[in-house]
C-alpha cells in the first residue's frame, strides 16, 4: 500500500513537471520554464540551492533584447560536463567572447547578439534535446555541436527544420552532408591526407608508428584515411596500435611495440589529454621517436603543470595556437585568459571564429532578425559560398556549397616550449 | 626481452589496480556495500595533493596529510549523509544507487572548482627508476612504491582486523550486525571507521595513481575505480590478500592481452578473462564459499 | 455483475495500462494543439525507450531478484542489429512502416539470443558476482561494436575487424557499420505512437509474465532459491527465461532509440555501464519489482536534467543531488516512517475523528 501512495505521489508530481514545463513552451524564455518546475520537485534543498545559482548565472546570460529591436539568436552546443567538458566548455567560451566583443562594437549591422549555450554530455541523444532546446528559446544560427556525433545527429534535425548550422570542431564528413551545415574545422580525411602527405614529401621519416583511439569517431577517422594515403607515400607504418576510451591510462604497449618495430616518427591523431601521457611514459621508457600530431594535439603546451620539455620537437598540423606571434591571436588569447581565466585551445578558436564566420555571412547576405529561421538559412547557405574570412584559424577561409572548408593548415613544431612555425 | 618488459608494465599497472581494490574490498567486507564513489574519493586525493603542492608549494609529504585527512573526513560525512539512513532499507541495492548519485556529485563538484582542463600531476615520488639488462627493461620509482604500499597496507589491514580491537568489532559487524550490536558493540562506529580507513587509502591510491599516470581530470578516478572493482571481484571481494592478487593479475593480462591479442580489444580481453575466472570459482581466486541455507 | 469484481491485481493492471494511455492521450492533444516545446516532443521518444528499459530491466532485478549492470548492453545489440537491417534495407522495403516491425522484431530477437547465450553460463552465479559478470558482457558487447566494420555491395557482404579499407569494398560499395563510427543515416522511423505501442506490449508481456504460473515460479526462485528447487522448479530454466524476455525487450528498445537518431555510435555514454546503471537507477527509484514505479522514474529521472537546463553549469550537480535526496526520501526507513505518520492520507483522517 506504501508503495502505491509513493508511486501515486511521484506520478501527480511528474505530471505537474511535464504540464509545467509545457506551459512554458509559449513564452520565449527556457530558463524560466526549468526554474518553475524545478521548485515541484519536493525538494527543498535543491530549490534553496538553485535559487542561489541561478542568480549567480544571472551575470553571465545573454544580453537583454536592446532598444533598437530585434536580435539574432546564436545558439551554441558542446559538452559542459563528462570526460569531453573541456572540449565543450571551450566551445561556450570562444563563442561568448566572440559575441561580447561584437555587441560591445554595435553588433551586426546594429542589431545585437543573444547567446545560449546547452550542454550536450558528449550524447548524441542529449546533443539533440539540447537543440531542441535552443529551437524553443527561439535559435536562429547554431553554433555546433562540438563533436563528431553529436554533430551528425544534430544536423539531421537542423536540415529538418532548414536551421542554420556551423559546427566549430565537428569535423567528420558525415557532419555536412545536409547542405543546411558548414565546418569551421578541417574534416578529418582532409587531416589524414594532409598528414601523410606532409610526412611522406618533406621526408620526415621512414618507418611511421601510429597510437589511436579506436573508440573515437575523430581519431579512428583520421587514423583511416592517414593510413589509406601512407600507402601512396614513401613512407611505411610498421606498427598502428589503438588505445579505448576506457583503456586510456597505460600506453607502454603501444609505444613498446612501436619501439621494438623501429619507429622513427609516432603520428598521434588523438586529443592532447592522452597525448601528454603518451609523451610522459615515452620518456619514461627512454624512447624518443618524433611525434607528429593533428589539431587534437593543440593545448599540450597549456596542460596545467606539464612539463613542456617533453613536448620538445612534436610536429603537429594545426590552424590554430595560443603562442602564435600574430596580433589577432594575442588580443584573442589575453582576452579569453581575462574573461576565463584559461589559456584557449583550438576549439575555442574555432568557435570565435564560428561567430564571426556567421558575422560576415549575415552581413553579405542581408539577413535580418525578423527573418524566418528557414529564410536565414536559405540566405547564410548562399552567402556562404561566397565570403572570405580572416580567421585565428585560418586565412581567408572559404566554404564549398558542400560544407567543407578551404584553408591552409600549418605546421608547427614545439620549439623551446613555443609553437614555430616550420615551412 | 619485450616480453619480460610487458610483464613488468603489467605488473606496475596492477599495482595501482591493486592499491585502489585494497580500499574497495574493505569497504565491501566489512559494510557489504558497493562503493561507487570510491573511485571518486580517490580523484578529491588526487586534486588536494595536486592543489597543495603543485598550486600552493608545499612540501608532498605535507600535500599527501592533507589529502588523507581530507579524504577520511570526507569518507565519514558520505556514509553518515548518503549511506546510514539507508541501511536498514528493504533492498541493499538503495545505498548502491546513492552511491552512484555522490559519485556524480564528487565528479561535478571537481568540474565547478577545478574547471575541465587536464592537470599533469608532478609525481611525488623521488625513489629512482631501476635500470636491468642495459636499460632494456626499466622499473619505474613509483612501481616500487606502489608496490611496498600495497604489501604494507595488507600486511598492516590483516594485523589491524585480526589483532585489534576495533578490527575484531569490524569482522563482528560483517558476520551479523544485529548480533554485533547484541555485544555492545557500537555498529555505526564501526562502520564509520570502516569508511573512514577505506578514504584514506583513498587518498593514497590517488597519490599513487596520479603518480604513475600523471594526467588529472575529474574523470581521473572513475575508470580506475570499475577496474579496481573488476579486480577486487577477481580475488574474491572482501578479502584483502585477494584484491592485491586480482589487482596484479588484472594488470598483467591487460597488458599481455594488448600486447599480444589485439590492442584494441584489451577490455573485452579483460572481461572475458574475469568471465572464465568467476565461471570456474564463482567467488573469486581467494573469495570464500558461502553455504547457503534455507 | 461478476465482471466488475476484479481482483487487485487487474486492477493494478489497469491503472498502470491507463496512466500510460492517459498520457499518450494528453501528449497528441497537445502536439495537435500545438501546445508543446520542441524540447519535450524530441523527448517523447526516448523516454519510451528508457520506460522499456526500466520495465524490462525490473523483470531481472525485480522479479527474478538478480543484480544485472549489462542492461545497456543488450540494448546495443538490439540497436545495432536494428538500425543495421535497416541501412541494408532501406531501398529494398520501400513502406517504412513495415521496415521498422521487421527491424523491432529483428532487434529484440537478436538482443534475445544474446542473452540466452550470455545467461546460460553466468546465470548460476549469484548477487555481486552476477552483476560484475553481466557489466562484463556489456562491456565486450560494446568493445566488439566498435571494431566491427561492415559493408556492402554488389557481391554482398563484407566483414572486417580491422579497417573499412581493408573490407575490399568495391567501387558502388557503402560502409554499413564502420567501427567507432557506428552506423550514420539510419532512417528516423521511430515515433510516439509506435513507442507507447511499444510500451504497452512490454507491459503486456512483463505483466502477464509476473501473474502467471511460470512468474510465480520465478518470483519464487527470488524469495528462496532452495526452496524453489526443492518443490521442483526447474531453476536454469526460469532463470533464463525470465532473463532473455528482459534482454529481448532492451533490444526493442535499442531499436526505437537507434530509429531516433541519424547517427548511432557505441560510446560509454550510451551502451556503457553508465547506462546500465542508469537503468538500474530507474528500477531502484520507482521500487523494486514496482512496474509502475519504473515508468514513473524512468519518465522523471529522463525530464530532470533537461528541466534543470537553465542552471547552465551547476544543472549536474543539482541532477546529483535532486537523486540523492529523492533515494533518501524513497527508501530510508526512518523518513518511511516519518512520511506514514504525517501522511495526508491520515491527518485526514484524524480530523474526521476529531469532528
Redesign the interface.
Known sequence: MKKKVVSLLLAASMMTVMLAGCGNSGSSDAGSGSVGTQEESSDADAAETETETNTDEGSDAAPAADASGAVYKIGAIGPATGGAAVYGIAVQNGADLAIKEINEAGGINGHMIEYNFQDDECDNEKSVNAYNTLKDWGMQMLVGSTTSGCSIAVSAESANDNLFQLTPSGSSVDCITNDNVFQVCFTDPNQGVGAAQYIGSNGVAEKVAVIYDSSDVYSSGIYEKFAGEAANQPFEIVSSEAFTADNKTDFSVQLQKAKDAGAELIFLPIYYTEASLILTQANAMGYEPEFFGCDGLDGILNVENFDTALAEGVMLLTPFAADAEDEATKAFVSAYEAAYGDTPNQFAADAYDAVYIIKAAIEKSGAAPEDSVSDICDKLKAAMTEISVDGLTGEAMSWEAGGAVNKEPKAMEIVNGNYALIQ | M?FI??LI?GIS?GSVYAIIALGYTMVYGIAKM?N?AHGDVIMVGGFTI?FAV?MQGLPPMIGILLAVVLCTLLGITIEY??YR??R????S??V???A???S??LQ??A??IF????????SVVTVP?IKLAE?QI?I?GETIVTIISCIVIMIGLTLFINKTKAGQAMLAVSEDKGAAQLMGINVNGTISLTFAIGSALAAIAGMLLCSA???L???TGS??G?KA??AA?FGG?GSIPGALIGGIVLGVI??LG??YI???????IV??V??VV??VK???ILGKKIQ??? | MKGLKLSKNVKDNLITYGIVILAYLIMEIMIKTGHISSLLQGLLVPLCVYVILAVSLNLTVGILGELSLGHAGFMCVGAFAGAFFSRYMQDVIEVSLLRFVIAILIGALSAGIVGFLIGMPVLRLRGDYLAIVTLAFGEIIKNIINVLYVGKDANGLHFSTKDSMSLGLMEDGDVIINGAQGITGTPKDATFTIGIILIIITLVIVLNLIHSRDGRAIMSIRDNLIAAESVGINITKYKLMAFSVSAALAGMAGVLYSHNLSSLMATPKNFGYNMSIMILVFVVLGGIGNIRGSIISAVILTLLPELLRGLSNYRMLIYSIVLIVMMLFNWSPKLINLRKKYSLKRLLKKTGEVQ
Do not use: C, H, R
Request: no cysteine; charged share 10%.
Open positions: 619485450s618488459s610487458y608494465n599497472l558497493l561507487f595536486f603543485s549523509i548518503a539512513p539507508l536498514q532499507a528493504a533492498s541495492l538503495a548502491l544507487i546513492t552512484i548519485g555522490v556524480y556529485f561535478n563538484m568540474l565547478l574547471g575541465a582542463n587536464t592537470k599533469a600531476f608532478t627508476a636499460g626499466i619505474s599516470y600523471p594526467s581530470t575529474p574523470y575508470m580506475p570499475i572493482f573488476v571481484v571481494i591487460e597488458i594488448k600486447a589485439s590492442s584494441q580489444m584489451a577490455d573485452a572481461f572475458l574475469l568471465i568467476l565461471l564463482p567467488t573469486g547457503e541455507k534455507v
